[in-house]
C-alpha cells in the first residue's frame, strides 16, 4: 500500500522568512496531494491540494510543488506570520475512486517573532 | 461556513467500557470517514462509508470497533469494550461524491483509563 514519509518532524523559523516542508510518497499510482494544516485541540484543515497532472499551485503566501518522476511534493510558505504556528500534515490518494488518504507523520511549524 | 460536527468533543472512559462518538458530515456529503490519531502521528483511515454502504473498513478492528450509518447521513463509532491503547483522537471527514478533498470535524479526544 502507499507510504508518506515527511521531514522535517520540527521546524522552526523567523517571522517573515520561509518555510518548506516536504513529503515523499511510494505509490506511483497516487494522482491528489493535499496539506492540512492542524491546530491544537482542533481537526485538521485542508489549506491547499494538486492533483498529479498539475506541478505547482500557489494560494497567496501558500504554494505547492509536485514532482511525480521523483515521487515528492513540498508545501511552501512564505512571509510567515505567528498564525502559521501548527502541525502541518501531508497526503497522498493512491487509489482511484475509493479516495483514501494515507497521511505523513506530520510536521510541527513554529514561527518566532 | 458548513462544518462536519462531532461529540462529544472529549470522552473519558475505563477500560473494559462501552464508548461511542458521533458524526454529522456536512450536508450533501454522501462519503464519510473516520480517522483515528494517535498522539504525534497523522490521521489513519478507520472506515470510508459511501451513503449507507462501508467502501473500506480493512483497518478497522472489528473485533472491538463498529460504526454504523443508517440513513446515509450521520454516523456513529463504537468502541467494546475499550482497551488503553485506544487513547487517540478520534476524526470524522466528509466529502461529496467522487471528490478527493476531505473535510474534517473537531474530533473526540478519547482517554481510556
Known amino acids: 500500500g502507499e507510504n508518506v514519509e515527511q521531514h522535517p518532524s520540527t521546524l522552526s523559523v523567523q517571522e517573515g522568512d520561509s518555510a518548506v516542508i516536504k513529503c515523499t510518497y511510494s505509490?506511483?499510482?497516487?494522482?491528489?496531494f493535499p496539506w492540512y494544516k492542524q491546530e491544537l485541540g482542533k481537526g485538521p484543515q485542508l489549506i491547499i491540494d494538486i492533483r498529479s497532472n498539475v506541478g505547482e499551485k500557489k494560494d497567496q503566501r501558500i504554494a505547492v510543488t509536485l514532482n511525480k518522476t521523483a515521487k515528492h511534493f513540498s508545501l511552501h510558505i512564505t512571509e510567515t506570520q505567528p498564525e502559521d504556528s501548527a502541525v502541518y500534515f501531508c497526503?497522498?490518494?493512491?487509489?482511484?475512486?475509493?479516495?483514501?488518504?494515507?497521511f505523513g507523520q506530520g510536521t510541527r511549524l513554529t514561527i518566532n517573532p | 461556513e458548513a462544518e462536519v460536527a462531532q461529540s462529544p468533543r472529549y470522552k473519558i472512559t475505563e477500560k473494559s467500557q462501552a464508548v461511542a462518538f458521533w458524526c454529522d458530515p456536512i450536508?450533501?456529503?454522501?462519503?464519510l470517514y473516520w480517522y483515528r490519531q494517535i498522539l504525534g502521528q497523522g490521521p489513519e483511515l478507520l472506515v470510508q462509508?459511501?451513503?449507507?454502504?462501508?467502501?473500506?473498513d480493512s483497518q478497522l478492528p472489528k473485533d472491538r470497533f463498529s460504526a454504523e450509518r443508517l440513513k446515509g447521513v450521520d454516523s456513529t463509532l463504537k468502541i467494546q469494550p475499550a482497551e488503553l491503547g485506544d487513547s487517540a483522537m478520534y476524526l470524522c471527514?466528509?466529502?461529496?461524491?467522487?471528490?478527493?478533498?476531505?473535510?474534517f470535524g473537531p474530533g473526540t479526544r478519547l482517554t481510556v483509563t
Open positions: 505509490d506511483s499510482a497516487s494522482n491528489y
Open positions: 471527514a466528509s466529502s461529496l461524491p467522487h471528490r478527493y478533498e476531505q473535510y
Open positions: 450536508s450533501g456529503h454522501a462519503t
Open positions: 462509508f459511501q451513503d449507507e454502504s462501508v467502501v473500506d
Open positions: 497526503a497522498a490518494s493512491g487509489i482511484q475512486g475509493a479516495q483514501k488518504l494515507v
